[in-house]
């Protein structure tokens, strides 16, 4: 199979505007040529989502390649150098959105499972792929629905392969072996309106919730651990006030997020951020939204094998890291299942003029196919 291959399947996908939570037909793309090489299909579509589950085997252990189709939103299309669903290749670059987040890689996984099957087709195991549409949306209706739906019936993946842009300067040099929490709070504080020339006549929500937030920002949540940087806390949204200059607002809104590690809980840090906003002593309500549990896969059969492969192909060892953003992993770990990520160079990702090396591809479609051959091989 040529080294074109991964390059015109990822162009095709890409030329697919598929804009959470569309789909445009990639998953059809994939699923036709996985039925190809023997995988059975499923499509599974929740409320405005198309999700999609193939399988080809029935034997233990199940690698699951892992991924959406959808991207976000191109913004301006005259910023961009080059149309932004083109999918066109300049100066050694494959163009467009989704380029690096992720439909490259889903190009990969294809292309190294077709090369995989071919050369070792009484291989072990099972290779299945879980592909949504709705990763980079409210993330309700895919891959959440999906595990539940392989929970009801007892399908149980082993080890998965989510193919987000894990790497930082090249490509293989970063893989994300688990990933942090994330804890958002949205909170309501309850003042007094009133004229400012008058003060003692209103209650300024601002100034009662300062001393508080003050607390929040210099507050050790914990130290973290050898896998997990420590727990951060970051006001993300803050908002009071009628824009009138003469005017004390009567109430604030505040979104605040945690990016927590393995050495506090979800209910630790709710109850740590209520001791504190009780000790200051102003009305307010809060609610909670629980984006993701923190995960890790430490040393195993996973690790070692996407390890080896990244030598073979690259002649360097990556770094095994838990940082950055939250990842549909989070939800295939909670089954229990090994979880890494490993895909192209983060640095356009969500950009303007998104794209991604040529050889890039080629070398992580080379990985892939040597992670298939070191579990199921």
Avoid at 187 to 195: E, L, S
Avoid at 276 to 300: C, K, R, V
Avoid at 335 to 358: D, M, R, W, Y
Wanted: aromatic share 8%.
């Amino acid at each position: 199979m040529s080294k074109q291959a991964v390059i015109e399947l990822a162009q095709q996908l890409i030329q697919r505007p598929s804009v959470t939570p569309l789909d445009e037909g990639c998953q059809q793309l994939m699923a036709e040529r996985l039925t190809a090489i023997g995988f059975e299909h499923e499509s599974l579509f929740f409320v405005d989502t198309l999700n999609m589950w193939s399988r080809k085997g029935t034997q233990s252990p199940l690698f699951c390649f892992a991924g959406h189709t959808d991207v976000v939103p191109t913004g301006p299309e005259s910023a961009w150098h080059l149309p932004p669903f083109s999918g066109l290749v300049q100066d050694g670059y494959l163009h467009g959105r989704g380029a690096a987040d992720m439909k490259g890689s889903l190009a990969a996984m294809i292309v190294a499972t077709e090369r995989f099957v071919t050369d070792y087709p009484d291989h072990r195991g099972s290779i299945a792929f879980l592909i949504t549409s709705d990763e980079e949306g409210p993330f309700i209706n895919g891959t959440p629905r999906v595990i539940e739906t392989l929970e009801a019936r007892n399908e149980k993946i082993d080890m998965c392969l989510v193919g987000e842009p894990s790497s930082s300067h090249k490509v293989g040099d970063v893989v994300k072996n688990g990933r942090r929490g994330s804890l958002t709070g949205f909170v309501k504080v309850k003042g007094i309106q009133g004229h400012v020339a008058y003060p003692q006549l209103a209650k300024n929500p601002i100034h009662l919730v300062s001393p508080a937030l003050t607390e929040l920002s210099q507050t050790q949540w914990d130290k973290g651990n050898e896998f997990f940087p420590a727990t951060s806390f970051q006001i993300s949204n803050i908002n009071s006030g009628t824009g009138a200059g003469n005017v004390i607002p009567g109430e604030l809104d505040l979104q605040f997020n945690f990016r927590f590690s393995t050495e506090v809980t979800a209910d630790e840090l709710k109850s740590r951020v209520v001791s504190i906003f009780d000790h200051h002593g102003f009305d307010y309500e809060i609610n909670w939204t629980l984006n993701g549990l923190p995960f890790l896969t430490s040393a195993g059969s996973l690790v070692d094998a996407t390890v080896k492969a990244i030598e073979h192909v690259a002649h360097y060892a990556p770094s095994l890291q838990t940082t950055g953003g939250t990842s549909d992993g989070r939800f295939i770990a909670q089954t229990g299942a090994q979880v890494i990520e490993l895909g192209p160079c983060n640095a356009t990702i969500h950009k303007v003029n998104e794209c991604v090396s040529v050889e890039d591809l080629e070398k992580l479609t080379d990985m892939y196919y040597h992670i298939l051959i070191e579990l199921l091989a």
